[in-house]
T-cell receptor, first 110, second 111 residues
Framework: GQNIDQPTEMTATEGAIVQINCTYQTSGFNGLFWYQQHAGEAPTFLSYNVLDGLEEKGRFSSFLSRSKGYSYLLLKELQMKDSASYLCAVGGGATNKLIFGTGTLLAVQP | DAGITQSPRHKVTETGTPVTLRCHQTENHRYMYWYRQDPGHGLRLIHY???????DKGEVSDGYSVSRSKTEDFLLTLESATSSQTSVYFC??????????FGQGTRLTVV
């Protein structure tokens, strides 16, 4: 079976740091993606992890542990515009099936 | 961003009618996906394609069929629309071990 779990909602303060966790159990693993989605819009790509470790891209970083089936997205220096849903997705298998978690709705407060 | 166009962007249809949504890409991406998004469920995979005429079912494929007769087009058909298929539908494309690009979505209402 395939299962991707994320917290449903999180709240954080402007200027702070927030970590959004994702655990997965999938048949086949090619890589793990993080997407951002603002209400009423299409998802936009944030990061992609294939190997264990931390990938840093500006204010956003993503970590992967393949042995633990675990990833997190770290958002630093939070801004109001970071209020959005954050989606964890796993691509796997020879046909590259791409499955998403239910997403984490992040609210950034002043 | 990849050139991905979904059509129509909005549609209202009656229960029991067939509906076809189109996803068109200009990037020659091998993989294409259809998702539906509903509150509380995130993006759920309906069907996907890993090449021309190569398709497979996703998590919520009942009541849907797809076709991919050429690289650039991936069609999603609701054989007989039901109210439970009211949703926002997203198409995505991907070259392989890289990011997937999304279309702008189709809002479908079945009355």
């Amino acid at each position: 079976g395939q299962n991707i779990d994320q917290p449903t909602e999180m709240t954080a303060t402007e200027g702070a740091i927030v970590q959004i966790n994702c655990t997965y159990q999938t048949s086949g693993f090619n890589g793990l993606f993080w997407y951002q989605q603002h209400a009423g819009e299409a998802p936009t790509f944030l990061s992609y992890n294939v190997l264990d470790g931390l990938e840093e891209k500006g204010r956003f970083s993503s970590f992967l542990s393949r042995s633990k089936g675990y990833s997190y997205l770290l958002l630093k220096e939070l801004q109001m515009k970071d209020s959005a849903s954050y989606l964890c997705a796993v691509g796997g298998g020879a046909t590259n099936k791409l499955i998403f978690g239910t997403g984490t709705l992040l609210a950034v407060q002043p | 961003d990849a050139g991905i166009t979904q059509s129509p962007r909005h549609k209202v249809t009656e229960t029991g009618t067939p509906v076809t949504l189109r996803c068109h890409q200009t990037e020659n991406h091998r993989y294409m996906y259809w998702y539906r998004q509903d509150p509380g469920h995130g993006l759920r995979l309906i069907h996907y394609s890993y090449g021309v005429k190569d398709t497979d079912k996703g998590e919520v494929s009942d009541g849907y069929s797809v076709s991919r007769s050429k690289t650039e087009d991936f069609l999603l058909t609701l054989e007989s629309a039901t109210s439970s298929q009211t949703s926002v539908y997203f198409c995505a494309t991907q070259t392989g071990e890289t990011e997937a690009f999304f279309g702008q979505g189709t809002r479908l209402t079945v009355v």
